[in-house]
């Protein structure tokens, strides 16, 4: 992996204990202030304020996140991380919760050399069902 693809990675898994861990303002610091998220197919949020209210509503569940593998292409100041995730968690009655996907986020170099997020998508998966399937 060349340095720019593991600092790259490095952003993503950054991002990713520190939701983990409720540390909110590391995981808003991964993005672009205007980043574009999506917490749920099609309706991908730009508002930081809502982004930083989803995260916490997310980690209420006390999400456990473990990635399949990363698929990571840099092309001059841009990048894009692809991963599959499972993710365990509790729901707020104590039952099991698990989910999985497939992340997709493009990441851009700032001035200051850092990589941070512009779009996450992490459920790009469902394209390949056969529901999503135009016809």
């Given at each position: 992996?060349?340095?720019d693809?593991?600092?790259?990675?490095?952003?993503?898994?950054?991002?990713?204990?520190?939701?983990q861990?409720?540390d909110?303002?590391?995981?808003?610091n991964?993005?672009?202030?205007?980043?574009v998220v999506?917490?749920e197919?099609?309706?991908?949020?730009s508002?930081?304020?809502?982004?930083?209210?989803?995260?916490?509503?997310?980690?209420?569940?006390?999400?456990?996140?473990?990635?399949?593998?990363?698929?990571?292409?840099?092309a001059g100041?841009l990048?894009v991380h692809?991963?599959p995730?499972?993710?365990k968690?509790?729901?707020?009655?104590?039952?099991?919760i698990?989910r999985?996907?497939?992340?997709?986020?493009?990441l851009?170099?700032q001035?200051?050399?850092?990589?941070?997020m512009?779009?996450?998508n992490?459920?790009?998966?469902?394209?390949?069902?056969?529901?999503?399937?135009?016809?």
């Amino acid at each position: 992996m060349s340095h720019d693809e593991k600092q790259v990675l490095a952003t993503v898994e950054r991002m990713t204990a520190a939701l983990q861990n409720g540390d909110f303002d590391t995981v808003m610091n991964a993005y672009e202030h205007n980043a574009v998220v999506v917490f749920e197919p099609g309706r991908p949020i730009s508002d930081p304020t809502i982004v930083r209210a989803t995260f916490k509503q997310w980690h209420a569940m006390s999400p456990r996140f473990e990635y399949a593998g990363h698929d990571v292409l840099v092309a001059g100041d841009l990048a894009v991380h692809i991963a599959p995730w499972t993710m365990k968690g509790k729901a707020a009655d104590g039952a099991s919760i698990e989910r999985s996907g497939l992340s997709v986020a493009v990441l851009r170099r700032q001035s200051d050399g850092r990589w941070l997020m512009v779009m996450d998508n992490p459920h790009g998966q469902h394209l390949l069902q056969p529901a999503a399937v135009n016809r």
